[in-house]
């Protein structure tokens, strides 16, 4: 869609004609969501935006200035309706006597809103994220020793000024030797706030060797405290992650290589951070545990196989800390297909973007001119025929907000009751009913191919590709995906009776088989809803391969119900404590949209589970596209010109942030737009920071 949304800028006065060809009846591959029974929300799994999403907010922003809603009959008209600032996050986090816990916090608010027209820094270097994360200890410890913590011996610190000179600068840090107080920590981090960058080149060891005394001295002074201070070990972790990152950004020479965060993409996160120093206990933190989490990041779906390259992990950290803008989650205000999809589809329809519903891509068939290969012909399956005479029309109006629905609107379609009843999956790659196939062909139906299907259905639909090209063969090895799942519970209780009150947490760390849950409660307003319900929340967490394996989407759906009901008889007790200490669950708390409707009451107990909305997230293109150690030399630009009609776009390619999101995607389809039209300038793509 943002490749869509560049080509067909009015500046390029009707140069590309723009058709998107889409399976199913919606937009958004994995951020697609659906309007079921009393127009509830269901979605894929938990979506958030982040406050360093730059290009992700300036395209949203620009298309809602763009659509003009009238927000006296539209609720949410303006980028300002469809995103909220979400400002509290926590972490779980499980003591030594094994009780579950969450840590949870209110970051700051900072100046400016992602997508305005120019962050003034720009994007931060190496060397500024560095110096960053130098203030960010001393605000720690700042705030240990707000908190009274003990201190002893003297608080020698560094004297000097800065125009005596590095020599003498580093001099004096080399001579600290033990530092005895939390006043001196500080006072060595205020000198070296001030002198670590210069210092990492030429005096290397010096500053290495000042930041494992640091946290020698830090440790002395604090371990006998740990044990029984949750909120003083919490802060320690931290100030240990962070010391390792600096001791790592210095040791891996970070400051000077050119690949930048690349350069050590081959190691795993706690892999590197163990390299340089981070402790057994914080590599168990959950604040790191929720690095992983929030990544899906454990190959092949199994929690014992955690993998992220330590590149996109520091790319990850540095920027969601240290770029964030407003502030550090934002939150949609309805489901996101209605806040992103649509608008996007209604923008797009009004330039004049055909879209072709029901298109099943099967083959991306290749051609020859020489020496240079093309895509030649693109085979389609017909899913679905609409009406004779009519354009299919996907989105239907809940409260005044354009949707689009769980299902497609089999009204609009050919044969569409026989469809219905015989239960044709249409957002299925290895369906085989269908009405019909096409093929379009290079010189008469297309000239240019910009292909955004998702990474886990290239090896089906480019196998000429991948057959004949060594580099997509090694990219579909090496960059790995993996499935997911997901529930929602509609409830008739709010949070604070379930022991959780306040503004609503978005939380992660926790255990299998869903590490993530959200309180989205904020949502059910936008539902249509007899009477609505007191609170919503959402759960996520990736899907065994061997559960995922085959796309059987029947049966890995029933996995995940087995899964969900698992789950809240035995673990979600641990982290909403008013359920109580007893194993269960008090299913007679879920609301069913049924008896909403008027039905009578018809389900008791554990089969009330039934009327609420799991997903099995196991076709090739709802695969979510990971960060393994050593996989992003393997990933592809939009850029590349293997082939001269032919451009990739996805969160999978090489964008210059590896990672499954909104924002790479964003980025990967600006890029994409560029490969063909030079626009945008590679420059005004925030973030993109390869040759």
């Known amino acids: 869609m943002a490749a869509a949304f560049e080509l067909s800028r009015p500046e390029h006065q009707g140069r590309y004609e723009v058709t998107v060809y889409q399976m199913g009846w919606r937009l958004g591959g994995k951020g697609a969501s659906g309007r079921g029974p009393a ?11 982040m406050g360093f999403y730059e290009n992700a907010f300036r395209l949203m922003r620009e298309c809602y200035d763009e659509l003009g809603r009238d927000p006296t009959t539209c609720p949410i008209a303006t980028w300002e309706h469809a995103f909220s600032k979400a400002h509290r996050v926590g972490v779980t986090d499980q003591n030594p006597d094994g009780v579950w816990d969450i840590w949870e916090g209110v970051l700051p608010e900072l100046p400016g809103t992602p997508g305005d027209p120019a962050n003034p820094t720009g994007s931060p270097s190496v060397a500024e994220y560095m110096t960053r994360a130098v203030e960010m200890l001393r605000t720690l410890f700042d705030t240990i020793e707000r908190n009274a913590a003990p201190t002893t011996g003297s608080s020698a610190g560094v004297a000097g000024s ?120 914080s590599l168990r933190a959950g604040y790191l545990d929720a690095l992983y989490d929030f990544g899906f990041s454990y190959q092949g779906g199994n929690p014992e196989a955690a ?39 209604e923008v797009l329809s009004k330039r004049g973007v055909r879209f072709e519903f029901f298109h099943r891509l099967g083959n991306v068939g290749l051609g020859r001119d020489g020496d240079t290969q093309h895509v030649a012909h693109l085979d389609f399956d017909i899913q679905a ?72 259905a290239v090896p089906y639909l480019c196998r000429e590709i991948v057959d004949t090209n060594s580099r997509w063969r090694d ?28 503004d609503a947490l978005t939380v992660s760390g926790f ?57 809240l ?27 909403d409707a008027g039905a009578p009451r018809s389900r008791s107990g554990v089969d009330r589970f039934q009327s609420q909305f799991w997903k099995a997230n196991v076709q090739p293109s709802d695969r979510y596209a990971l960060s393994v150690p050593g996989s992003s030399k393997y990933r592809i630009s939009p850029l590349d010109r293997s082939y001269d009609n032919l451009t990739i776009c996805g969160d999978w ?39």
């Open 653 to 691: 390619t090489a964008c210059s942030f590896n990672a499954g999101c909104v924002e790479a995607a964003t980025m990967s389809g600006r890029l994409a737009a560029h490969a063909i039209s030079m626009s945008p300038r590679l420059d005004e793509i925030i973030g993109f920071d390869h040759p």
């Open 511 to 567: 255990v299998e088989p869903f590490d993530t849950w959200a309180d989205m409660s904020h949502l059910v307003p936008r539902e249509s809803w007899q009477r609505d319900p007191e609170s919503l929340a959402y759960f996520c967490n990736v899907l065994p391969d061997e559960v995922a394996r085959g796309a059987d989407t029947p049966a890995a759906t029933e996995t995940v119900r087995r899964n969900a009901i698992q789950f």
């Open 162 to 281: 800065p125009a005596a000179g590095i020599d003498e600068a580093a001099s004096k840090l080399l001579q600290l030797g033990e530092i005895a107080s939390l006043t001196a920590v500080t006072q060595v981090l205020v000198e070296l706030d001030r002198w670590i960058v210069p210092l990492a080149g030429p005096f290397r060891q010096i500053v290495l060797d000042v930041l494992d005394g640091v946290r020698r001295s830090t440790l002395t002074i604090l371990e006998s405290r740990l044990q029984d201070d949750p909120l003083l070990r919490r802060v320690w972790q931290i100030i240990d992650l962070t010391l390792a990152t600096l001791r790592g950004f210095i040791s891996s020479s970070l400051l000077t290589d050119p690949r930048g965060f690349d350069a050590i993409d081959d190691y795993d996160s706690r892999e590197w951070l163990r390299m340089n120093g981070a402790s057994d206990g």
């Open 569 to 595: 008889e035995r673990e979600l007790r641990k982290i909403w404590p008013g359920l109580g200490d007893v194993d269960g669950f008090p299913w007679e708390r879920l609301v069913d949209p049924e008896e």
């Open 307 to 345: 993998g992220i390259s330590a590149g996109q992990a520091l790319r990850s950290m540095v920027r969601a800390f240290f770029s964030y803008r407003g502030t550090f989650f934002w939150r949609m205000e309805a489901g996101m297909g209605d806040i992103v999809f649509a608008p996007y589809y």
């Open 475 to 502: 990219m579909v090895h090496h960059v790995q995906t993996v499935a997911t799942q997901a529930f929602q519970l509609w409830l008739d209780a709010d949070m604070a009776e379930f022991g959780r009150p306040g």
């Open 39 to 49: 127009g509830r929300i269901e979605e894929h799994g938990l979506h958030l935006w």
């Open 385 to 456: 025929e609409v009406r004779a005479g009519t354009k299919y029309e996907p989105l239907f109006d809940v409260k005044g907000l354009p949707c689009w629905p769980s299902q497609p609107d089999y009204a609009q379609l050919e044969d569409g009751r026989r469809i219905q009843t015989e239960g044709w999956d249409l957002e299925a790659q290895f369906e085989r009913r269908i009405a019909g196939k096409k093929t379009l062909r290079v010189g008469e139906d297309f000239d240019l191919v910009v292909l955004g299907i998702g990474l886990g």
